[in-house]
């Protein structure tokens, strides 16, 4: 059974930074892409992060250079670094996990397995 739990989640001023992490317990595929998404109150959930095991990684234009999403060594562990962090980036933050490479733009519909959400806020 697969379980992805993340941490992290937490309260900072504007321009601070925070580091998530999400450990997956029983994923493993050779061919895979991990995620994080956010849901700011009222809001869709938004794809703002991902990697496949190819390392490649694709980000939401409002992240880039900002956030940066990594894996651990023994691959058990993702994680999203944010830096520059901005009132608009507060939202409950998920990691989801695929059996498939990452699409960009495909949305929730690819992802197979969630996370239950860490909470991000950030104030002005």
């Known amino acids: 059974q697969v379980q992805l739990m993340e941490s992290g989640g937490d309260s900072v001023q504007a321009g601070g930074s925070l580091r998530l992490s999400c450990t997956a317990s029983g994923y493993s595929y050779s061919r895979h892409c991990m995620a994080w998404f956010r849901q700011a109150p009222g809001k869709e959930r938004e794809e703002v992060a991902a990697v496949d095991s190819d390392g490649v990684t694709i980000y939401v234009d409002s992240v880039k250079g900002r956030f940066t999403i990594s894996k651990s060594s023994d691959k058990n562990t993702l994680y999203l670094q944010m830096n520059s962090l901005k009132p608009e980036d507060t939202a409950l933050y998920y990691c989801?996990?695929?059996?498939?490479?990452?699409?960009?733009?495909?949305?929730?519909?690819?992802?197979?397995?969630w996370g239950q959400g860490t909470q991000v806020t950030v104030s002005s």
């Open positions: 989801a996990a695929s059996h498939q490479y990452c699409q960009e733009g495909s949305g929730q519909g690819l992802y197979n397995y």
